[in-house]
């Protein structure tokens, strides 16, 4: 059995959800070692590190479907509200949690599709299949994409007077359409 990590407060653990044991040396390297029982019997080891991608990069990643959902991942269900509040939080520089990815290398026997509103075009390999954080990954895609129902605008004028609440909204793309903006 592993033991737990906890570093900055994220747990690492494998992809059949073991913790994993790590030592101070990992730690500064930003990778851990996770020695766990595969299903021949036989001790597997499994590598973690972390990723320090923009938003950008993983944005990008998304839409060539080089980061992809696990089929067994719940559907998107955040409302336009939730969204706000993740890109209100990223404004203020507030952390947004971490992201757990699995990595692919195209022999997983797992089921995999492409983020809500990512076009599918082509076949591709996938490179890694988000584990942990798909509603704030598909939640940025689509706000700042524009894509999806709504648009998420942004009065400069409030976010520069520190009112972050009402600095970030959701409009309905139609009501957007109506009023010009687009």
Known sequence: ???????????MTSAAGHPCQTHESQIQSRRSVCVSRGRSGRDRVSTFKTNPWDIDQLLSMMDSRKVVLPEFQR???WY???IDLLLTSLIQDFPAGSLLFLRADGTSDLAWRAAEGVTHTGDVVPDYLVLDGQQRLTSLSLALNGRGDHVFLMDLQMVEDDDFDNGVYPLRRREAEKKGLF
Do not use: I
């Not at 059995?1 to 747990?11: M, Y």
């Open 1 to 11: 059995r592993c033991q737990a990590l906890t570093v900055s407060g994220l747990t």
């Open 80 to 82: 336009p509200r939730d």
């Open 75 to 77: 559907n998107f269900v």
